[in-house]
């Protein structure tokens, strides 16, 4: 099956410091991989898509400053937190779509997250 | 441009009774429908998944959906829950023409409490 990695799973920093987020696909290639970020008892939101080789498309509203995306590999996309502030403080999620042979269908298959706290 | 509706955002149940919950989409193109379990501070796990065929779906954890084309719908239901089921569940949609640079339409999710 496809299996998703996220790390670190929680992360606690100080305020205008940086953290990163590694997501990886463990058996599988994606060249496109998703971010996400879901507050507390909320919807996921997405913030930009990851793709292998090129920039993150960003969604509207999302820094692309603040929130840095590199995807280096195909197994590999990095979501950067710069300068992080308590309001950036959320659960970070991504994910990574693997087609399907049998149905052609793109499966997005999640990682645990990453539970990010800014004090 | 797709879109989702959970129509309940809490659903309170007993343990080892029914339950269904409720999901509604709006596409103009023909779609692939999800859904994923999340458990406190974890990512989401894909439960089952609409691709083509059958109409009735079958997932883990005992767990099925009906797609219905004419009511844009993808309920879904099981026939006796558990304590352990309690969880976010996400109603979500992606165009079949996707090529797989574009993510799922997420719904806004519904709290299924399951009380002994």
């Known amino acids: 099956g496809a299996v998703v990695s996220q790390h670190p799973s929680w992360v606690i920093c100080k305020s205008g410091t940086s953290v990163k987020i590694e997501c990886r696909s463990l058996d599988f290639q994606a060249t496109t991989m998703f971010w996400y970020r879901q507050f507390p008892k909320q919807s996921l939101m997405l913030m930009a898509t990851?793709?292998?080789?090129?920039?993150?498309?960003?969604e509207q509203g999302v820094e692309k400053d603040k929130f840095l995306i590199n995807h280096a590999s195909l197994t590999l996309s990095t979501l950067t937190v710069t300068s992080a502030h308590p309001e950036d403080s959320s659960f970070y999620i991504c994910?990574?779509?693997?087609?399907?042979?049998?149905?052609?269908?793109?499966?997005?298959?999640f990682g645990a997250g990453s539970r990010l706290t800014v004090l | 441009a797709q879109s989702v509706t959970q129509l309940d955002s809490q659903v309170p149940v007993f343990e080892e009774a029914p339950v269904e919950l409720r999901c509604n989409y709006s596409s103009s193109v023909s779609v692939y429908l999800f859904w994923y379990v999340q458990y406190p501070n974890q990512g989401l796990q894909l439960l089952l998944k609409y691709l083509s065929g059958s109409t009735l779906v079958k997932g883990i954890n005992g767990f099925e959906a009906e797609f219905n084309k004419s009511q844009t719908s993808f309920h879904l239901r099981k026939p006796s829950v558990h304590i352990s089921d309690t969880a976010e569940y996400f109603c979500a949609v992606s165009d079949r023409m996707d090529t797989g640079r574009r993510a799922l339409t997420f719904g806004s999710g519904t709290r299924l409490q399951v009380q002994p």
């Open positions: 990851s793709n292998e080789g090129s920039k993150a498309t960003y």
């Open positions: 994910s990574a779509t693997k087609k399907e042979t049998s149905s052609g269908a793109n499966v997005l298959t």
